[in-house]
């Protein structure tokens, strides 16, 4: 299995639908990562875990709720979406929160709102 | 506020080299990355500087200057197989990762 898997690799959804993106590592990493990546963007910062809490919510929409059961896996969920939320949605780990190792990425899940 | 200025898009020939700039202005600095993601595929890791001077990896290579607040990706022999977006980003002095918008690199035979 590769590295950080994300589930689903593409979504549509009506902005009335709730859905949920999975992510889970297999690295044994401490810290895992939500971004979002738009065409020619930035990637954003969406929420970071260490050790199971949330350490970071960098002023995302309460449409997006994040939750991490434990360790190895990180779910985002989604609820009362906007056609703008349209974007690639990566996941990410890292050994430790904060140090200067690298991040390992998932391959993303393609959101699309309608 | 903090930046980090790539160009948007380059072209380059099989078997030649290209040089991709970045440049950062950032609240301090704790390291430069370098990522490349593949159209629908992960990001993936290709070199840390936190050094002055050029690291080489291959066909790849990084250089770092702290002073002028610059970094560049050379890839050397390319293949068509290096057809893909490349993104720079710094570590500040919180620790937080600053993301340039990246450079999609295309490469002509």
């Known amino acids: 299995e590769t590295g950080v898997t994300q589930t689903p690799r593409h979504l549509v959804m009506g902005m009335t639908n709730k859905k949920s993106l999975k992510c889970e590592q297999h690295?044994?990493?401490?810290?895992m990562y939500w971004y979002k990546q738009s065409a020619k963007k930035p990637l954003e910062l969406m929420f970071v875990?260490?050790?199971?809490?949330?350490?970071e919510n960098n002023s995302v929409p309460s449409r997006f709720s994040p939750e991490c059961p434990n360790s190895s896996h990180l779910f985002l969920h989604l609820h009362t979406l906007q056609p703008e939320d349209s974007a690639l949605y990566l996941c990410?780990?890292?050994?430790?929160?904060?140090?200067?190792?690298?991040?390992?990425f998932g391959e993303g899940s393609r959101l699309t709102v309608l | 506020g903090q930046n980090i200025d790539q160009p948007t898009e380059m072209t380059a020939t099989e078997g030649a080299i290209v040089q991709i700039n970045c440049t950062y202005q950032?609240?301090?600095?704790?390291?430069l990355f370098w990522y490349q993601q593949h159209a629908g595929e992960a990001p993936t890791f290709l070199s840390y500087?936190?050094l002055d001077g050029l690291e080489e990896k291959g066909r790849f290579s990084s250089f770092l200057s702290r002073s002028k607040g610059y970094s560049y990706l050379l890839l050397k022999e390319l293949q068509m197989k290096d057809s893909a977006s490349y993104l720079c980003?710094?570590?500040?002095?919180?620790?937080?990762?600053?993301w340039g918008a990246g450079t999609k690199l295309i490469i002509k035979p």
């Open positions: 990410a780990s890292s050994q430790g929160y904060g140090d200067t190792g690298e991040l390992f």
């Open positions: 690295l044994g990493h401490n810290a």
């Open positions: 875990y260490s050790l199971e809490e949330r350490v």
């Open positions: 950032t609240s301090g600095f704790n390291g």
């Open positions: 500087n936190v």
């Open positions: 980003a710094v570590r500040d002095s919180n620790y937080q990762l600053i």
